[in-house]
């Protein structure tokens, strides 16, 4: 059987177990077949132009779901809507052979508004973790036999959220609030192996749906320093809880000789779980000329259980997953806002962050990634809206562990804030 027809017989497997599944996984990363998948870019444009900051940020003008205690500061004549793409160029390199990819995805999309004093909601769709990959192994069988065992994988799918938040700012300086999300997503992977010998050819696919429901809580602490000074802190949390999916595990081995299959099917009962999460974060603002912050974010995967199919047996291990650590800090410059000149009133942003797996690899830590963003809010001007941005960022990550395949990203987002005056009284004279 040749690669050709291998490579259709896994994709027809994935596509028919898949059929309900969102969207396309939104990477190209082989790193994205273990686990849950690779973990989205959080936030939005206003967001990934510093690289992901959000936790202790507040602007009443801009969407961010990083913190919703951030919810409660959303101006009150505004209806705010963001939504964003992203195109990425990665390159792969393994022991000194490369190879390029490129990807391009719609995002997200955000709302918000003030429904009462001291109150905003927020509402949107975002992704949660991507799986998208392909690529062939081949591995020879031992020094005796010259016999070489070719491997094609695959995978698709990934975890998204519809979500709806409110912020609530009881006292003037302290701010809280939740997110009520709705996951769902299929994950699709497989694995289609054949040999130059008489050996069985084996095909494995993998395939959990989720749909259950996340939630979120924030805090946030505004402190004035002086007129035109101000320091908010913030933190978040995320509740850990099992997903109620039951991943299955089909093994279908097809004799070479007389073309015969053998199929088995394994199922573990909810074997799918979030970890608890917790977050943390500092911002320093001067006026609406600048703002500078770091962000602290720990989950913990090491407490939750992930389905693996080794020995002939598909059951839950323990030992696959490890908490995962997040650094960000980023900051953005404007300096005039309301300046005649319109690179004055452009928004300069920059960020760089460390994160850590959350996985495994053979017993390893999994790649660790770097990442540098550079960004622009640019203002829209016309004679109905002078306060909507056009948000673009580049971004620059790196992935790389000892002995493991090294990724490359460079990464465009480009994102709309449309800030619509909805709730403003007209006064007739």
């Known amino acids: 059987m040749n690669h050709f027809s291998l490579r259709h017989i896994l994709a027809s497997m994935i596509i028919m177990a898949s059929l309900d599944c969102f969207s396309q996984g939104e990477t190209l990363s082989p790193y994205s077949q273990y686990a849950l998948g690779e973990r989205a870019n959080a936030g939005g444009s206003f967001n990934h132009g510093m690289n992901g900051l959000g936790i202790g940020l507040q602007n ?23 939504m964003g793409m992203s195109g990425q160029i990665t390159n792969f390199n393994e022991n000194g052979h490369k190879v390029n990819a490129r990807q391009a995805s719609f995002e997200y999309f955000l709302g918000a508004f003030r429904a009462w004093k001291n109150v905003g909601v927020t509402f949107g769709v975002v992704p949660m973790t991507n799986v998208g990959y392909e690529y062939t192994s081949s591995a020879k069988l031992d020094d005796h036999d010259k016999s070489t065992v070719y491997a094609i994988h695959a995978g698709e799918g990934g975890i998204h959220e519809l979500f709806v938040g409110v912020g609530v700012r009881p ?77 299955e595990c089909m093994v279908i081995s097809t004799k070479v000789l007389d073309a015969t299959t053998d199929t088995t099917r394994f199922s573990v009962k909810d074997g799918l779980e979030l970890p608890h999460s917790f977050g943390a974060g500092v911002s320093y603002s001067h006026g609406n000329q600048l703002v500078v912050g770091a962000d602290f974010e720990m989950q913990l995967w090491s407490k939750t259980k992930f389905p693996e199919y080794a020995g002939g047996q598909y059951t839950l291990r323990s030992d696959l997953l490890k908490d995962s650590y997040r650094i960000a800090v980023g900051g953005e410059y404007c300096p005039r806002w309301n300046s005649r ?27 660790k990634e770097l990442s540098a963003t550079i960004g622009f809010g640019i203002p829209i001007m016309n004679a109905y809206n002078n306060r909507s941005f056009l948000n673009i960022s580049a971004q620059y990550v790196n992935n790389s562990a000892a002995g493991l395949i090294k990724e490359n990203t460079f990464r465009i987002n480009i994102g709309l804030t449309f800030n619509e005056k909805w709730f403003a009284k007209w006064k007739v004279e």
């Open 171 to 247: 006292v003037k300086p302290l701010a809280f609030g939740v997110n009520f999300g709705y996951l769902w997503g299929e994950l699709g992977r497989g694995v289609a192996t054949t040999s130059t010998s008489t050996m069985d050819n084996i095909h494995k696919v993998f395939i959990a749906s989720v749909h259950n429901y996340n939630l979120e809580f924030g805090l946030q602490y505004y402190q004035p320093l002086g007129k035109n000074d101000r320091l908010v802190l913030g933190a978040k949390y995320n509740y850990g809880h099992n997903l109620k999916s039951d991943p």
């Open 60 to 82: 009443g003008a801009q969407v961010n779901p990083l913190n919703p205690a951030s919810y409660a500061s959303v101006d009150s004549l505004t209806m705010l809507f963001d």
């Open 341 to 367: 000149n319109f690179f004055h009133r452009i928004r300069y942003r920059i960020g760089a962050g460390y994160t850590t797996p959350y996985y495994y690899i053979n017993g390893k830590d999994g790649p």
